[in-house]
């Protein structure tokens, strides 16, 4: 743990230090040695070690905005960084609308955390459906029966649930909604799935960090944050009931057994999300982040850098992954995305 905290620290001066970001320093500019991305906090702990590694060892500074999926996507489409970074993956029209590529780098989970006095990590059991409910306003106590139900012997208080979701265009967000949407109907009626929807109730919060924080301070507090931001702030997880019907515990194993039932070599431009997988003990909000970049480049030295980095994160960074509890790409996956960039970026 204290590892981690180190790692993400370094990572943070590092970038800090770089001197300007992504806004205003569009792609193109500056020299290939001081590369720009933006967009995913999901997996910017990740890329924020992997990028403190790859300065260390080429002297090439990457500046990573963690601004969310929905920012990191409308920079790349506007040419203003060299990459952008997205849990939510693109389909492969509006790709080739955009003259844009993609493919996955890492692996994670999204979790359920809690801020409820006596109750630890893992103690609270909730089911896909009950997380609607409760995200749709039709449960706002957590005494109410049908939490209770799940939950024989944990004593639950008598207070009002307070609701956080993110405020920003979040892929995150996105993996959340469309994880209920196909658990619950009435989810999927009202509200539906993207990275920004019209939430029925509940405070919303910038970026993971922003979830955390808020769950942290408000009692009662219910919000969803990808599984290293969990880990790094100590806070209080909910097993989920999965799609075999098995309550399970987010993980590095769990996020595997999803990712294992995924068909990513009939994927076209990796255009895949793997919500509520089959799988004995599969976590069901597992999730990949994707790089997005131009299939052209507009300037080829800072493609071909930035391309660089990413192979040697693939290739090198499973430490770093492993470390910080993301799934690294499986071998197959990991030479079909080799062949993919060889083919679809110039």
Known sequence: MGLRRLIVAVALALAGCGGGGASGNGAGAGSANDLTGAGSTFVYPLIAAWSADYHDAFGRRINYQSIGSGG???????????????????????????????????IGGVVPVTNIEGIGPGRLRLSGPLLADIYLGRIARWNDPAIASLNPGVELPDAAIIVIHRSDGSGTSFNWTHYLSQVS???????????????????GGKGNEGVAAYVR?????????EYAFVIQNHMNWAALRNAAGRFVAPGTASFQQAAASADWANAPDFHLVMTNAPGADAWPITAATFVLMHRRPRDRGRGQASIDFFRWAIDHGEGRARALDYVPLPGPLARQVETYIESRIQ
């Open 72 to 106: 990191g996507i409308a920079q790349i489409k506007a040419g203003t960084v060299d990459f952008g970074a997205s849990d939510k993956p693109l389909p492969p029209d509006e790709l080739a609308q955009a003259g844009l590529a993609q493919f996955p780098v890492a």
């Open 185 to 203: 109907p009435q989810w999927q009626r009202a509200v539906g799935e993207g990275t920004s929807v019209p939430w029925p109730t509940g405070i």
């Open 217 to 225: 301070q408000i009692p009662n507090s219910i919000g969803y944050i």
